[in-house]
């Protein structure tokens, strides 16, 4: 993935973007209260505790059976799709991906294109791509949009603009289109229904994303409250859909229980104004809908994630945005400090895979292992676990073997190897502990006032002057 | 090797030595916290429809046509997108001539390439049928045909739904069961829960974003 001007580059400054961001006034009250407002509609939408926990489990079981047997449901679902007339294309890398589009997009001589929301074209920055190729790429979301018009990238994977308050999108909407300025959000949303309409269709294709892809039917199934993505799969003559190969679930059924946990995860909603389930082009006795249908599913370092049974469950992800709705370190920082398509919890487990430890090396130290992650994710991926593991696969030496990670010991340094390992010698020979607790005591007057991070913060610790085995000695009355 | 095979290759040798694990579907999870007695499905239905805006109105089999033209009329609306070839559509033509009422009645009768214009601009309302309603959910099942196009529920401001409470049930999973949707799955089926809406903006919520800005469901109480 190319670093451009106007996106953010790979996340290696992500100390110093965080350090902006927790002292942004306006953008932590603006993710302070969108989080609180999230983490309250999902608690109202799980009254029953036992139906959530008996439901997270169902969930877990129905991903975990589509991932083991992924290639047989991949395979099942391009057969069923090619029957239902819908082309599939197979993607290694972002760069093939958006290859193939492209392909699509030339071969219809198309100008403009109209997208539905999806996070799989930010992953491909397929926006950036096809202008690069002189295509228009309008986003349709109304997040989307705004985010387009500010030239921002998305913040949250559900609610994109969600860094900016009603003021912040009336001053763009006046600076950009040219509006009277209007703090009315229903003004605003009509503003953005106005503009877009005719985009849809003008637009020669449309791209979307997908929720599910159903291998039994050849379907693919896509949630919203907008119309927008129905707009852009239905009004364009060429659809063309975008999803990572871990998105198939082997039967119809299996995605009730899916759709109900992420609706009710996502924006604590029952379920989402438009479930939209589409299985194939325009029929010769159809009036509407779009000739060609293609699905590009794309790998991306997915495949690097299942080949470990452990990193596999990342895979199980269904997109709802409750870890980092629920993660003390996303309110904090907001979805741009990660400079990554996918902030917070999840997307610190599963950017690894498609960048890079190297490119990512921070970000699986950026949590306080609180838990709350794993707690509500709906799917039950063991988020914490899996950060303890990468941050493990962070200092094992680069060449060690298994190699299981791309960037592996991206964050090993010999010297903090020998200070481990003069910790654990120490510790587990009686007489050096003994002999540094004395030392530590007797000479506590040489440590040095500056000791690097931790006195950033913090004063020099003190030893007392007596080691504590001391002390018990003489509690105890022994000599 | 292409693509498809390289990653195909990579998924099965990561399972080799694996079984899948058995698909131990809990069905009862799914219908036995969504199930009502009979007589509260329309209820719980209209007030989750009502709660995101959408207008439900209970009528009949007969009188309906008469509730569509009221709510045409007390928004100024005189022509209505509705398929002749159903029998929804049938009788609410007939209903017109009785009356002698003069709502323009528009048929989705072309490709849609051939009147983008019309349907998008000006066309103000359109009235479908539906295929039944879930309860625990307040959703309305529709599947686009040649008469009734994608497009019919989606571009006109106004849509209006007719639903039969006999094909009102109780959840998603029976209904796909007992219509057997696997089996037959259209080229677009869709859930339509209320009218278009967004939280994009500070999260408040507001309705009408790029569909229809106003839901009306019409229950046919004896039907």
Known sequence: MSAHADTPAIPISFKRRAHDAVHDAQLRKNFRGAMDFLMAKRAAQFPDGDELERLRAFGNR??????????????????NLTRNGVKVHWAETVDEANAIVHQIVAAHEAKQVIKGKSMVSEEMEMNHYLEGHGVDCLESDMGEFIVQLGNEKPSHIIMPAIHLNAGQVASLFHDKLEVDYTEDVDRLIQIGRETLRRKFFEADIGVSGVNFAIAETGSLLLVENEGNGRMSTTVPPVHIAVTGIEKVVENLRD???????????????????YVNVISGPRKADELDGPQEVHLVLLDNGRSQAFADSELRQTLNCIRCGACMNHCPVYTRIGGHAYGTVYPGPIGKIVTPHMLGLEATRDLPSASSLCG?????????????????????ENVRPPAA??????????KYSRRERYAWKAWRT???SPRLYRLFGLAATRLSGLIPADIGPWTEHRSAPKP????????????LGED | MNARDRILGKLKQSLAGTTPIADDYDDALLTAPWSYPAEH?????CNLLQAVHGETVLTTAAEWPARVSEALASRGIDELLISPATAHGQQFAGYLALNGLVTRLKAYDRPVEQWKDELFFSTPASLTGTLGGIAATGSLVVWPTP???????????????????????????????????AERLPTNALLISGPSKTADIQQTLAYGAHGPKELIVMVLQDA
């Not at chain 1, 059976?65 to 679902?77: E, F, T, V």
């Not at chain 1, 899916?258 to 996502?266: F, G, K």
């Not at chain 1, 007392?464 to 509690?475: G, I, Q, S, V």
């Not at chain 2, 499905?41 to 239905?45: A, I, K």
Request: positive net charge; charged residues 20%; aromatic residues 2%.
């Open chain 1, 401 to 410: 073997e298994p190699h299981h990670m791309r960037g592996q010991g991206s």
């Open chain 1, 372 to 392: 709350a992650c794993g707690e509500v994710c709906p799917v039950k991926i063991p988020i914490p676990a899996i950060l303890r593991r990468l941050r493990e």
């Open chain 2, 41 to 45: 499905r329309v209820t719980r239905l």
């Open chain 1, 464 to 475: 007392a002057t007596r080691t504590l085995h001391e002390l018990a000695r003489d509690h």
């Open chain 1, 426 to 428: 120490l510790n587990t």
């Open chain 1, 62 to 79: 129905v991903r975990a059976r589509a991932l083991s047997k992924l290639p047989d449901l991949l395979q099942r679902l391009e057969a």
């Open chain 1, 255 to 273: 995605v009730v229980p899916l759709l109900s946990l992420l609706t009710r995860s996502a924006t604590g909603q029952p379920i989402t104004t």
């Open chain 2, 147 to 181: 008469a009734e196009p994608r497009l019919m529920s989606l571009v006109p401001p106004l849509h209006i739904a007719l639903l039969k409470a006999s094909e009102v049930v109780d959840n998603l999973y029976q209904i796909m069961q007992t219509q057997r949707w």
